[in-house]
């Protein structure tokens, strides 16, 4: 790892709600870069943040271990089958193999690249497709760590690729599920439908957080006054959790729902509409024949409207 040489002073300033807000529409995967190395204000940015307790803490508390990388051996574009093209730096998401150590890593994580992109750099999380003996090799662990995933970044090879094109949500719905798809009111019987809630906007932004082969693995139902939001997993991937090519370390979908989770947070707040998380025993009927798993709530503060 190098350690940076920018002075503070010459430090991008941290985005705000509202540009993170706009970070949610334009994000997308980026996976061709142009294999510059980061630059220095760039690089401390990161670092600043990788260091900071707030940041890198999840909404339960734990602390999150993300690792940057840099200067990555030629071999590296090897670790990533030929996916993901001439990255000079990458994020190492390190967790434990339990759901709210992922859904925790997802929520940290997914902050920061969204401030990349703020910044204007590209980003792809990677959950396969790339080895993980060649990202070992450079750190140590902890009993029970592991690599959850990695994030390439960099700068686009296509510059205009990852602005002008991404800033039409039009084209990005065009890759997303409608809302009925994975947003119910009351139970799992009722899709959203026309439900009139201030929830909307920030339930229709959070549909474009990224996901394991955009399986959209999330599954949130709003109580009838939408006071509370319950998230839950649904899994479609079990069958390629492994250590072999092309396998997920761990479930992808605990991560699917941190990235989640983080969006509609920062849409919600961007609003004024606040609320907390927490893991609560809801009173809420899972289909028995889907492969779902009830992980958190988010509630709105007392003072936050309906
Ligand atoms: C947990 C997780 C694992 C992912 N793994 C891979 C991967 O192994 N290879 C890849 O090319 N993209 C991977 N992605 C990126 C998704 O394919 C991408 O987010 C999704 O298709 C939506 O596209 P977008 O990010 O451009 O909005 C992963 C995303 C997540 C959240």
Redesign the pocket.
């Known amino acids: 790892m190098n350690s940076s040489s920018a002075p503070a002073s010459s430090l991008p300033p941290e985005a705000g709600l509202q540009d993170l807000l706009e970070a949610l529409h334009v ?3 980026i ?1 061709t870069y142009d294999g510059q190395p980061l630059r220095p204000a760039h690089q401390a940015f990161i670092e600043r943040y990788l260091h900071d307790g707030a940041h890198m803490t999840g909404p339960f508390g734990r602390r999150v271990r993300i690792e940057l990388l840099q200067g990555l051996p030629k071999d590296m574009q090897v670790g ?1 089958y030929g ?2 093209k001439y990255f000079d730096a990458v994020l190492v998401a390190i967790a434990k193999d339990d759901p709210i150590d992922l859904f925790e890593m ?1 929520w940290v994580a997914h902050g920061l690249v969204l401030q990349l992109t703020h910044l204007r750099l590209g980003t ?7 080895s993980q003996q060649s990202v070992r090799r450079n750190l140590s662990f902890e009993d029970g760590e592991q690599v959850a ?1 990695i994030i390439p970044l960099g700068y686009p090879r296509d510059k205009k690729r990852l602005f002008d094109l991404i800033a039409s949500k039009g084209l ?1 719905s065009a ?1 997303r599920k409608p809302l009925d798809f994975s947003c119910f009111v009351g139970s799992f019987e009722r899709p959203l439908g026309d439900e009139q809630t201030d929830l909307r906007d920030a339930l229709d932004l959070a549909r ?7 399986k959209q693995s999330w599954r949130v139902v709003l109580n009838e006054d939408a006071r509370q939001v319950h998230v839950c997993a649904k899994f479609s991937l079990r069958h390629k959790i492994g250590m072999g090519f ?1 396998q ?1 370390a761990v479930a ?1 979908e605990y ?2 729902v941190g ?1 989640w989770a983080r969006s509609f947070d920062i849409a919600t707040r961007a609003t004024a509409i606040e609320g907390t998380w927490s893991i609560a025993a809801p009173d809420l009927a899972l289909p028995q024949d889907e492969d779902l798993e009830y992980l958190c709530t988010w509630t709105r503060s007392a003072a936050g409207g309906a």
Do not use: E, K, L, Q
Not at 124 to 130: E, K, N, Q, S, T
Not at 208 to 214: D, H, V
């Open positions: 994000r997308r995967s996976r990533t996916y993901t997802a792809v999380w990677m959950g396969a497709a790339f995933a990005a890759h474009f957080a990224p996901s394991a082969m955009n092309r997920y992808p991560i699917d990235t």
